[in-house]
């Protein structure tokens, strides 16, 4: 799919043959269900553009400042005697006061014409992947009893045509497939086979989920072919397939494990293309403009994809899906070696190491780290990764700070092996000196006695009247240059990061996640602000930031939240008392995410750090407890 302003190439028209698979009424349930899902991916789009602006406080001016309305509510929050709850976002926004003035008309303003043209743009671009999905969805074919007697004649039947009772009843289709209630009124599943799936992708009410488990498991595996015959898996995709889960009363690993089968099958396929080949049948195509890797018919038993395929279970005879079938639905990336090769990188055009030796002149160090189960390498080729290592998902993970003696990819060995895990090593020492600058000022005695000094105030005080404990100000020159470098340093690595994902496509055509702390934080919000810029849509699926440097102002997270389809993720305290001293030179108005819980961008998470035993320090041992709090994957995150 194309991306943003770009133009995109349209999947050929290839009807999928379902006959026998799939009954009429499932097939037209399925379309519902998919349609009512991605209306409401278009809702929550709409909502994040259309979120209700936050009142002015009292005696403030036209120009908000962020900072201040978090010392309101911290404020509010003391004189209540309350624990700050895990989300501002679950306070209403009417219990803090707020002034009646002229300026009060501030609050009803139009969308600045910046985030009207993204938010054109943005619903431009679903749209475009929505239409091309749901005709994806029409143009399989199922053909009726009634149909197919008409098409045959009117004589004495035709050969298989059911008999006696068993064509009654409306249980099974004349093939024996077994289909659902025609029209019966759509509802949501009453109980839930995954709690936390449904909490946070709501089921959408549907005729399918009463089905046998094996019927919904199968229609889940179809949806997961068709999207993939769109020549990529985007991170829209992923997010209709969650949603499509949950709606389908399935629990989160059963599209898991689908995703590591088909991953594991398109990745053995493409690995048998060797690069003379691949260059060869790129040349060819051009020439021919016919796809040279058949699958269908009878030559895909002999094919590296059908022999793949069926390896990992799809297109067996125990699967529920004919191996004829499960071609056709994944279309033309049956057909062509290339296009299974770009799904996961492999573009002779495009070779990793010359774009990491282009960014190494940037960024010193630059690399990513493969991290599998075998341990963990630099990526340079990906050939290099075997086919049982691919997934369909990624995750980019950045590590803001590092402390003597810990590896670039010691904070993220809690993420799980259902996603392909890269770590970005970028400029060692710039990292080292200041976790080691962070190291000194938290084990100082200087810095006990200022913390004790801001926690008796409060952080937001200390910001916005620029009065610091004197211990605190005689030790900054320990750690405010390393600091000052490592912002630079980090939003130059954003920038590469985000060049990195849109246009030399390291990780194919696949969504990927970002999760980083400190400056790493800093690194995506750059990252996520390059790409809206950019309009590159549909190319980031879920987001964690921890300890984020960066603006708490609503309309850099709504520009954020355009270009990630999934879930945005703000882990933030007030007591990090550091990140707010280390924070003071810069544009302070704006707000610290770090600090504060972000308003005003609906579909934005906040997730309250309710803890710091090291201040800013802790992040780098806190990554597993917070992506297990906030349910990162939707699974448990087992603990480094």
């Known amino acids: 799919m194309g991306r943003g302003g770009r133009g995109a190439h349209a999947p050929l028209r290839r009807i999928a043959d379902l006959t026998g698979v799939l009954s009429a009424t499932e097939k037209s349930d399925l379309i519902i269900l998919v349609t009512a899902i991605t209306e409401k991916m278009y809702r929550d789009i709409n909502s994040l553009f259309d979120s209700p602006q936050i009142p002015p406080l009292e005696g403030e001016g036209r120009v908000r400042n962020w900072l201040a309305l978090a010392l309101r509510q911290h404020e509010i929050s003391d004189k209540e005697n309350a624990t700050p709850p895990s989300s501002f976002a679950n306070k209403p926004v009417g219990s803090i006061v707020r002034k009646h003035s002229i300026h009060q008309g501030d609050a009803d303003e139009e969308l600045p014409s910046q985030l009207q043209e993204l938010k054109k743009e943005a619903i431009a671009f679903f749209r475009k992947w929505q239409a091309s999905l749901v005709q994806r969805l029409r143009d399989m074919a199922v053909t009726t009893m009634d149909e197919e007697f008409a098409s045959r004649g009117r004589g004495r039947g035709f050969r298989g045509a059911p008999r006696g009772r068993g064509g009654r009843g409306g249980k099974a289709n004349f093939r024996g497939v077994p289909t659902v209630v025609p029209n019966a009124l759509p509802r949501p599943p009453p109980n839930h086979v995954d709690p936390t799936l449904v909490r946070l992708y709501p089921a959408i009410p549907n005729n399918l989920w009463p089905l046998p488990y094996e019927r919904r498991k199968l229609l889940l595996h179809i949806m997961l072919l068709i999207v993939l015959s769109l020549h990529d898996y985007n991170a829209n995709a992923r997010i209709l397939l969650v949603h499509l889960t949950s709606s389908l009363n399935l629990p989160i690993k059963v599209h898991n494990q689908d995703e590591m089968r088909i991953a594991k099958g398109l990745a053995a396929a493409a690995m048998e293309l060797s690069p003379e080949m691949a260059a060869a049948q790129k040349e060819e195509n051009k020439l021919s403009k016919r796809w040279k890797f058949s699958l269908g018919g009878a030559n895909m038993g002999g094919t590296g994809l059908a022999r793949a395929l069926v390896g990992v279970g799809v297109g067996s005879d125990h699967s529920g899906l004919p191996t004829s079938a499960a071609a056709a639905l994944l279309g033309i990336m049956s057909e062509n070696g290339l296009l299974m090769g770009s799904l996961f990188g492999l573009n002779p055009s495009k070779p990793v190491e ?83 600058a962070l190291e000194t000022v938290v084990q100082s005695a200087a810095w006990t006695a200022a913390r004790q000094a801001i926690r008796k105030d409060s952080i937001f005080h200390c910001l916005l009247n620029s009065n610091w404990p004197e211990p605190l100000l005689k030790i900054s020159k320990i750690i405010d240059n390393p600091w000052s470098v490592g912002m630079v340093r980090a939003e130059k690595v954003g920038a590469i990061l985000a060049d990195a994902i849109m246009r030399h496509k390291f990780h194919g055509e696949r969504s990927v996640s970002l999760v980083g702390y400190s400056l790493a934080a800093r690194a995506i919000y750059a990252c996520l602000m390059v790409l809206a810029e950019r309009r590159q849509f549909g190319l980031v699926d879920s987001v964690v930031m921890m300890g984020a440097p960066a603006p708490s102002d609503s309309k850099v997270w709504v520009t954020m939240k355009s270009v990630v389809s999934g879930r945005l993720i703000n882990a933030y305290t007030e007591e990090d008392y550091l990140l707010g001293f280390l924070y003071r030179t810069s544009n302070t108005q704006f707000g610290i995410a770090g600090l504060q819980e972000i308003q005003g961008a609906a579909g934005v998470e906040n997730h309250r750090i309710n803890h710091l035993p090291n201040g800013h320090l802790s992040y780098q041992s806190l990554v597993a407890q917070v992506l297990q709090d906030v349910r990162w994957d939707l699974a448990p995150v087992e603990k480094a």
């Open 354 to 436: 010359k774009m990491v030796e282009s960014f190494v002149r940037e960024v010193q160090d630059f690399a990513f780290l493969s991290v599998t189960e075998a341990g963990e390498s630099e990526y340079m080729d990906p050939r290099q990764s075997l086919p049982e290592e691919r997934r369909l998902r990624i995750v980019i993970a950045l590590g803001g700070f590092m402390l003597e003696g810990d590896a670039v990819t010691t904070p993220f060995n809690c993420l799980d092996r259902q996603s392909e895990v890269y770590v970005v090593q970028w400029e060692l020492a710039a990292v080292s000196s200041l976790g080691n």
